[in-house]
């Protein structure tokens, strides 16, 4: 038995080189930090954890979501109501949608405050920016989804802001609302962004980050600067 | 010799290789030119589309007066993308002529409350914050940014028709 599981390894590695992979990605070098400064490295990926916690019950969601001003908000209610454990799933999601946010914002604070932004490492802050834009991105378009009072005024204020931007402000509400009210054409446009737009361009993103990350190395805990006279 | 892209054999001005990846090149490019405008176009549409509401006939014009503006109720048929609504509503007509005639949404511009007409004092009054219009829907007092938002409205064989799209006036 034993055996044939050494070799259902061997077999796999010799085609995929994956023992490199694994050695690349799970084996590498990261800083030693100390103390509680060292929680604060587990902020990426405690992110990239509940985004995979958003995909699957986003994707479990959809199953029984209908993204049409008529059945909306009945859709979402069934979920809770009827589905075998669909308050929990609807439940995550929308936790996990605002601590993704909360997260997201810690893991940026501790880039910029222990300066890991910098040379060589502006590519990842880049791309990571972009990723936060589109966490809160998927946070805008995800909360039009349950159509119910609350969804709809918050999209509303949501557009009116965008509204006021000057000169292309009423173009980009329009475009954003897929009419010039907000209805039967903004709900399946949010739905599309929020599950098919956003998260391919997050799937995207996020590799490029990763593999910036895994490239370039975890950057060390800055050092406190030497006093004058002090010992080195 | 070398696999280079578009790296030409000695003495050719442009070999094969080069060619197709030319080729490779233009095709790319106006593949990309066809999708991605016509999925430009088709994803900001909404911008460019005008709103087109079917005109509603509100009534015969004979019983609208000058100086005493008249509360009409109508159904309008709403289009919102594919779905069809029908939507009870109601305008403000005045004129001064008894030819021209003026439509104004019923709703006050500082925040939609529904504002009533005081035929004692001649002026539009809207109850939630002490705004007040003339008959012509400038701001009298009160906290109102702009005018009172009007209808399109046009008289056809004696009937008046509206089209019930708020239209916003400058402040």
Redesign the interface.
């Known amino acids: 038995m034993k055996n044939a599981l050494i070799l259902a390894r061997d077999w796999i590695v010799e085609r995929t080189g994956f023992d490199r992979v694994w050695e690349v990605l799970f084996e590498r070098h990261v800083p030693e930090a100390k103390g509680p400064a060292a929680w604060l490295y587990t902020l990426g990926s405690a992110s990239l954890f509940v985004f995979l916690v958003q995909v699957v019950t986003g994707s479990l969601l959809a199953m029984n979501y209908v993204p049409s001003p008529d059945h909306a908000y009945d859709s979402v209610r069934f979920i809770g109501e009827k589905v075998l454990c669909g308050s929990f799933i609807r439940g995550l999601h929308h936790w996990g949608a605002s601590f993704m946010v909360v997260l997201v914002v810690a893991h940026m604070l501790r880039i910029y405050f222990m300066g890991s932004y910098k040379y060589p490492r502006e590519g990842t802050w880049m791309v990571g920016v972009v990723l936060l834009l589109l966490v809160v991105g998927l946070g805008f378009t995800g909360y039009l989804l349950p159509w119910d009072q609350k969804a709809y005024w918050a999209t509303a204020v949501g557009t009116n802001i965008a509204e006021q931007t000057p000169f292309i402000g009423p173009l980009v509400a329009k475009v954003l609302k897929g009419s010039s009210e907000l209805g039967a054409a903004t709900l399946p446009r949010f739905y599309a962004l929020h599950v098919l737009v956003l998260p391919a361009a997050m799937l995207l993103g996020l590799g490029v980050h990763l593999f910036l990350v895994v490239w370039h190395g975890i950057s060390e805990p800055p050092e406190r600067a030497r006093r004058p006279g002090e010992a080195p | 010799m070398t696999c280079g892209r578009g790296v030409e054999p000695e003495g050719e001005v442009m070999g094969r290789r080069s060619f197709l990846a030319r080729c490779a090149a233009v095709l790319g490019a106006a593949i990309a030119a066809v999708l991605g405008s016509t999925g430009l176009s088709y994803?900001?549409s909404?911008?460019f589309?005008k709103?087109e509401e079917d005109w509603v006939d509100v009534g015969g014009t004979k019983d609208i007066r000058p100086g005493a503006p008249v509360k009409v109720d109508f159904v309008a048929r709403k289009r919102?993308?594919?779905?069809v609504t029908e939507k009870r509503s109601s305008a403000w007509v005045a004129t001064k002529d008894g030819r021209e005639f003026t439509a104004f949404d019923p709703r006050c511009t500082h925040l939609g409350c529904p504002y009533r007409w005081d035929q004692a004092k001649e002026q539009f009054l809207c109850p939630c914050h002490a705004a007040i219009f003339d008959a012509g829907g400038a701001v009298v007092s009160g906290p109102p940014p702009r005018p009172l938002d009007r209808y399109d409205a046009k008289v056809v064989n004696g009937r008046l028709l509206i089209q019930p799209i708020p239209r916003r006036r400058a402040a």
């Open positions: 994803f900001i909404p911008a589309k709103d919102d993308a594919w779905a």
